[in-house]
């Protein structure tokens, strides 16, 4: 087999993140505007309405990936810019930066790769009652048919949503992300309804891609983050803990996806405890439209240790430190859980590709008096985290690309600008960009593996 043969090498951003404008071209409030505009919310009161000012600047941003000889980029699309209220038509002024993105990255010879939903909910389905409410789902659905009606003569990589884990739990249980509400009920909904939005939205991409003769060349998927769970010892008490956690992290999501149910033992006890899974008849067989792709956003793996039995018997595994190094963000720098993730889908799952759809670092940038910034550790990250995913593949697992997180420092959600994850400096007075030694790590490994892949390539023909 040749080795790194069409492998995709990208990065990744997603729209809030970075693109500020937030108020322009007819573009509404998504609930993260309402959750930054909350006091208490987001560190240093920090808000996305500037960000990197990518809407403004977005010819450029492309011009740095051309630069570093990017194959791919994944962004996602605001859902408030492309259809304003979350219903009705869409919005010509917004789709128009997309169109003019997309035409720019096809100049430079980069493949455009969508997802619709990076988070960015329009605040007027939130008020009319958010991922808990089931009509979400289908609002979902119509907002796709938009996108691909608008950007689909072009773009053949298509992400439904990007982590539900994280609107479901983040977003509904423990507040920690938009919308801010703390009810385990509604999180469940809200996950069961995200899953399903995904598989409405997912058939009408492929419908639409096969009425316009492009079904071949379609990859629609979704991105889920995945992370490994170790149980602390083979006591039957810490393996049942690392199961749960596993079960809750992982399996929810994998399970109803590309099996078509959820797993027992968690929806199960999500009922015993009240918060049920709302599925009805036929649901599962939506949400288990088959995937072409499935994207495994990476960043780190637990131990896990039994725990009491936390608030109202839910179980609550505890997270053990273990003597590894960290990020920024305190997150555990595992590369080797990496390569046995993807063989595990690969062995429990088979069926989808996998793509590495993000994964970095934060670290504590100290930027010289150009903007430069000597990231030896997020090189460092990079590197063994690409050797993993190589060695999964060379395993046998099916993964077919790897996403940098990320292209540019952005927006980090509830820490603000304050954690740095960009392979290019920004700075955020004068929205300077400045290439970091890890974005010239990066740029100097995907051409040397690119050439190796020629290289198999071309004594593959003469044998
Ligand atoms: C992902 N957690 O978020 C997102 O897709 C990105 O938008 C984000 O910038 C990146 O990872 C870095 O955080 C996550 O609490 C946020 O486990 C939180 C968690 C995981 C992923």
């Known amino acids: 087999m040749t080795q790194n043969a069409n492998f995709l090498w990208g990065t990744a951003t997603s729209s809030y993140q970075i693109e500020g404008a937030v108020s322009e071209d007819g573009r509404t409030p998504s609930i993260w505007d309402t959750f930054c505009a909350t006091p208490g919310t987001v560190a240093d009161g920090d808000t996305g309405a500037v960000a990197c000012d990518h ?73 009319a009652g958010g991922w808990p409410s089931r009509d979400t789902a289908y609002r979902f659905a119509d907002y796709a048919a938009i996108a691909y009606d608008a950007l689909g003569d072009r773009v053949d990589q298509w992400t439904t949503l990007n982590e539900p884990w994280c609107s479901a739990y983040l977003g509904y249980i423990t507040g920690r992300h938009a919308p801010g509400r703390q009810d385990a009920r509604a999180g469940m909904a809200a996950l069961h309804h995200l899953l399903l939005g995904h598989g409405l939205a997912a058939r009408v991409i492929r419908e639409k891609a096969a009425a316009s003769g492009r079904s071949d060349r379609l990859e629609v998927g979704i991105t889920l983050n995945l992370g490994p769970k170790v149980p602390a010892s083979d006591s039957p008490a810490d393996v049942a803990a690392a199961r749960w956690a596993d079960g809750w992290d992982n399996r929810l999501y994998l399970d109803p996806l590309i099996r078509g149910e959820y797993p027992a033992d968690i929806a199960d006890k999500l009922a015993e405890l009240g918060c049920p899974l709302p599925v009805r008849d036929g649901d599962l067989a939506v949400i288990s439209e088959p995937l072409d792709v499935l994207g495994v956003n990476y960043y780190s793996s637990h131990m896990i240790q039994a725990g009491p039995v936390g608030q109202n018997g839910w179980p609550s595994p505890v997270v053990v430190r273990r003597d590894v190094p960290r990020t920024a963000m305190d997150w555990e720098v595992t590369p080797a859980a990496l390569t046995d993730l993807l063989l595990r889908l690969e062995r429990e799952y088979h069926g989808p590709a996998w793509y590495i759809t993000e994964n970095g670092a934060a670290y504590a940038d100290v930027a010289d008096e150009n903007g430069y910034v000597d990231d030896v550790e997020r090189a460092e990250y990079l590197r063994t985290h690409i050797d993993a995913v190589l060695e999964a593949r060379a395993q046998g697992a099916d993964v077919r690309g790897y996403f940098a997180w990320s292209l540019l420092d952005n927006f980090e959600w509830s820490y603000g600008y304050d954690r740095r994850f960009g392979i290019v400096r920004v700075d955020y007075d004068t929205q300077k960009r400045t290439p970091k030694r890890s974005a010239r790590y990066y740029a100097e490994r995907v051409a040397a593996e690119k050439e190796k892949a020629a290289k198999e390539k071309a004594e593959k023909g003469r044998a």
């Open 55 to 127: 809407y403004h600047r977005m010819p450029e941003d492309v011009a740095l990936m051309a630069e570093l000889g990017m194959d791919v980029y994944r962004f996602s699309l605001a859902w408030p810019r492309v259809q304003p209220d979350g219903t009705g038509p869409g919005n010509p002024a917004g789709i128009a930066f997309y169109d003019r993105l997309v035409d720019e990255l096809l100049d430079k010879g980069i493949r455009p790769w969508v997802t619709l939903y990076h988070w960015d909910l329009p605040q007027a389905l939130e008020d």
